[in-house]
């Protein structure tokens, strides 16, 4: 099952000092807004999000059909798919997916407690 790009999602506490402090290790900005609390940043092939507010804990996030550069792979399966394999699999991801295309987003949680985001932007 291809579930595309990879980025860790901190939880940070104030993404003005979050930023500037990856940022010193080589980081810059991909994306995102800091007025919103939220950046995406990037070193070489490596992405993390920065949220502020947004989440209790960190978390891992694929982002399905994106590549690290944010571009479309054309090779991850869409969301609902992939929700349907992991639910028939037993894994719970909570309610479906409603909408039958386009963007969609599920979470679960790992057998210690790690919250893991499945986000699709296409």
Do not use: C
Not at 80 to 107: C, H, K, W, Y
Request: hydrophobic fraction near 40%; charge should be negative.
């Amino acid at each position: 099952m291809e579930i595309g790009n990879f980025s860790v999602s901190l939880a940070v506490k104030d993404i003005e000092a979050s930023k500037a402090f990856y940022e010193k290790l080589g980081f810059v900005q991909f994306g995102g807004d800091v007025a919103q609390k939220w950046v995406i940043l990037k070193n070489g092939a490596t992405n993390i999000g920065l949220f502020q507010g947004m989440f209790d804990k960190n978390a891992l996030t694929f982002n399905p059909g994106w590549d690290h550069e944010a571009k479309p792979d054309g090779k991850a399966q869409d969301i609902r798919v992939i929700q349907q394999r992991l639910n028939a699999a037993g894994v719970d991801t909570g309610a479906a997916i409603e909408s039958p295309s386009g963007p969609g987003s599920f979470m679960l949680t790992d057998p210690d407690g790690n919250p893991i985001l499945f986000d699709q932007h296409l």
